[in-house]
């Protein structure tokens, strides 16, 4: 299993997200330099966290252009997994690999703490690992993660089950007090209709190890990397 | 030479004294060209000279065992084992802060990385020590600069894990922004900003060189008044997009050596830079040509390139020949770089304009010249004494611990901390909130603990004293953890000391520094002196010697937290008591004084108690550890329950006379920590603390919803926390 990291200028979770694959989770781990269009045989792709391009514009805005992304959406088209994490998931919105944007959170302020987060999806290679239901606690840090989507795409991602984590509290229940952010439906994560394109912006890189407060963090890498050794074996 | 020679009002532009000029004209047995008086006027400005400090910075200690590098260079370093070296930090941003607080706070943040860049480490943690006038008058300050911290720190990607935030009157005009800085390096990579070699390049990188911040070193050297708004263009704009980018091809510059030395640009731009740098070897000297600093506006004289303080630019010397190899790693990060000169051994600086040369200077007299100040500290007006017998004892104890729980200077930070990401890095294993924060070092087992400490309160009734229990709180704070304190780096600001009762307060704060750093055992190995911080008409702030400090522990598995962690555990008071109610803030908030003398400090004691936690740290016998200071022992007992999430249930505590009620509850007394232990560490603890002649004594055990002393008090959690957390809203 060979996990690609992306790296922008100014991405900043690319070493973190290295430290779990390589050190945590004992995985193949390959940066992938933003001007390279080459995906060097990866088997997931991660946009990981940070101000690529100093978000200046809009976040993720420049992102997208950059050499590296048009070899990001022919892997996702062609079902390739992408994970897109906090800046990463808004460089997918830009993209349109993902619908929808983030935008500045309701309390205009930037947020770096703890949340819970209920899994509604545990069918995906990425959340195979959980149990639905299952709440996970998991850190945000961001200033512009409140999801936002026209009416219309919104239903359609509650019907499809396009909406894998929902903020909520310790008991799982989905709480306005529990919304950190302000995101609409209380949304923290979503995929593709394919099911191959999550985004997410809270920081599972951030716990895969007790030492720093945590490891639900660890069953989306651990998920991810056994449902390519399922693929392989089928 | 005579002084008409020259315009008064051109003096007071570069802010030179009269005097000044006269030994610059002696030395150079010439009138200073105007290029010239504006590169001396910055490098002999307080800022940049120390002129009015550097004496009394003498008397510190800065050596010892682990100590791999001093005060001298961009930053100090200490060895941490395992090969790996610390290198940290503190520097102010005060007076651009004042003017405009988002920018002046982000700017000092990246300054300040730049410094630990400078010595080859990748930076793993940030703190921040502010000070303004209460909320909510403060309120624009107070916003700007916290969201200028988080601006800059979290686009960056460095944790901002620690530091301080108190509110005080004296600091309604005068904020006080001292960013930290840590990072680390393998020991045998250590950087030195030294320009060796003579014929090797000098190499700008980052951000192009604009007019902004001309004379900001200046402006930082002098009060503040109705003029101060006018010298916004004086405070520089941050990107820290462009600073991530330079950190890390700054990084990636260990991958060759071709590298000799790489030095920040701050204050004083390029003309600190270039003679910082040669002036750290004997005779070195520097030639640079204007034209070829790649420039941000047009038509921009020698004197503005030169005196610009333009953000994210760093100087590279580069081997003689390897110029390219070091440009392509910085080309691979689209950073703009420039060879601009090379290094001589005439032991001058000379600036060229293409074939001419407007300025031709000798480093000693740029980085030593500036004649020292002499000036004589008088001791104030006594403080205010305090009769404590004509203090009535607190009526309610209870309504008491929720008023100081929800006083400014005590309540959670967490408004604060989670505007700043405190977590990137996956490094942060004591997260901020308690005392010290800990980052470990990544493939190893060690754990790093940081912290500031100051209450300048202490240091306003008696700035000695005040000084030497800075440095015991930023002691305790690291022990807390279960590490071992290793090294300081201060920030001392001050009035202005042309008062010779601050300049007393500068002599009295260095001498308790000097001397709680000698009897901890605790080098100084970096720092940096704020003066002039006062404002036209009004008073001066308090003596605020911030002293930032870096622990080590082994093995970060046997890291201690703040709160507590089990229900049913033994909680105890470890440390004496006394009659310590002078300056503290249950005085302030509860009687409306700042008055008395502060805590009493016993060094040996001091000792003492640390040694004893440490050893109970190691041998496994704690659960927690809280060190008790600003609000008295009930604070520190309602914090560790706030922080665990589960309450404490004692009995009533009857002090011994002579202690007073009030002051074994709200009573600063130094040197005192609450712990928690399981059941079966209570003999080895009770015999451990008999060998160290610490007093012990159990409070209660911890578990429940309620902080009850059976009788005395009895408080519910929630309602500890609605007032906590309430505290800056």
Redesign the interface.
Known sequence: MRFGVVVF??T??D??CG??ID?VLGAELRYLWHKDADLKGCDCVILP???A????LRTGAIARFAPVMEKVIEFADQGGLVWGICNGFQILCEADLLPGALIRNSSL?????WTHLVVERADLPFTSGCEEREVLRI?I?H?EGSYFADPATLSRLEQNGQVVFRYSDVEGRVRPNANPNGSLHSIAGIVNERGNVLGMMP?P??C??P???GTDGLKLFRSVMHSAVEVLTV | MSLKQIDERRLREVALTPDEYRVIVQALKRPPNDVELGMLGVLWSEHCSYKTSKKLLRKLPSTGPAVLQGPGENAGAVSIGGGWAAVFKIESHNHPSAIEPYQGAATGVGGILRDVIAMGARPIALLDSLRFGPLPASRRHFEGVVAGIGGYGNCIGVPTVAGEVYFEDCYANNPLVNAMCVGLVRADQLMRARAEGAGNRLLLVGADTGRDGIHGASFASLELDEDSASRRPAVQVGNPFLEKCLLEACMDLTRTDAVVAIQDLGAAGLTSSVAECAGRVAGAGARIDVLRVPRRERSMSPYDVMLSESQERMLVVVRRGREREVQRIFEEWDLTSAVIGEVTDDGAVTVMEGEDEVARLPVKLLTEGAPLRRLTGVPPEPAPILVIDSLPPPADLGATLLQLLASPNLCSRMPVIRRYDHMVGDSTVIEPGGDAAMLRVKGTRVGLAVTTACNSRYCELDPNLGAQLAVAEAARNIIATGAQPLAVTDCLNFANPDRPEVYWQMEETVAGLAQACRALEIPIVSGNVSLYNESSGGAGIYPTPVVGMVGQIDDYAERLHAGFRHEGDFVLLIGSSHNDLGGTEYLKVVHGKVAGRPPALDLVRERAVSRLILTAAHAGLLRSAHDCSDGGMLVALAEACLLAGFGMRGPALEPEPPLRLDAAFFGESPSRFIVSAPSRAMPELQSLARRHHVEIALLGLAGGDVLELEGQLRVPLSDLRQAWEGGLA
């Open positions: 200028p100014g900043w979770s070493r973190d430290w779990v050190q966290g940070g101000f391009y100093g978000d200046y302020e930037f947020r770096c703490e850190p840090s200033g920081h890189e951030r895969a190890e030492e720093l407060g």
